[in-house]
């Protein structure tokens, strides 16, 4: 279903607050010389010390793999200078969590400067955009043609998001073609991304409560 009860909400916040935690744990551990295998084993055992089942497979991506939107976990030792994307969530009480974090490990380099400067504005476009009524191509379509301007139109290579719940993936997608409208108590992923083959990307994802005038984020 894709407007939410009541108590679905507060399941999805808890999964949300509890991703956050983890986060604020397993961030620690992203530095020069960790493997993303490292990383990832690390990240899904912090889940089961709560006794929660991960919400997807796993992503740690660092460096130029940072550059695959649905990047596969590597033996790849984290550099000084590197970018390293996280993306995973949880499953509580039968409902998922999803949450993406772009970290730099030492220096950024002016094209994934650029890149975060960018995603960082557009989902901020985004969310403020998020309200009870608002139509979803509208949303997708000015959050896109912003980084179009920015020259940046090649590197998007995936939707805007996409609704939570049950599944992982839910109803409505967050895409340019989908001309249905938001309604209050959906709750979203807001995941606005660019990807620089060879390079790197960036990718910011967090977790929206459609509300009558506004977003709630549940994992700011």
Not at 70 to 94: C, M, P, Q, S
Not at 146 to 171: C, D
Not at 182 to 198: C, F, H, Q, S, T
């Amino acid at each position: 279903m894709q407007v939410k009860r009541a108590k679905e909400i507060r399941y999805l916040a808890e999964a949300a607050g509890i991703t956050k935690d983890i986060f604020a744990v397993i961030s620690k551990s992203v530095k020069p010389g960790a493997r993303e295998s490292e990383i990832a084993r690390e990240l899904e055992a912090l889940i089961k010390q709560r006794g929660l089942r991960r919400s997807f497979k796993t992503i740690v991506a660092s460096g130029p793999n940072a550059a695959k939107p649905h990047a596969e976990i590597t033996e790849r030792i984290i550099k000084t200078n590197d970018v390293v994307v996280l993306d995973f969530g949880v499953i509580y009480k039968g409902y998922h969590s999803d949450m993406t974090r772009t970290m730099f490990v030492g220096n950024i380099s002016p094209a994934l400067r650029k890149l975060y400067k960018v995603v960082k504005a557009a989902q901020k476009m985004a969310i403020q955009k998020v309200r009870d009524g608002a139509k979803i191509s509208s949303i997708v379509q000015g959050v896109h043609d912003y980084m179009r301007g920015k020259g940046l139109g090649k590197n998007i290579l995936h939707s805007l998001g996409h609704g939570l719940g049950t599944r992982i993936h839910e109803a409505p997608k967050l895409s340019e073609k989908n001309k249905r409208k938001l309604k209050k108590n959906m709750v979203l992923a807001i995941e606005p991304g660019l990807y620089i083959r060879g390079i790197g990307g960036v990718r910011i994802e967090d977790m929206a409560l459609v509300r009558k005038n506004g977003a709630r984020v549940l994992t700011a």
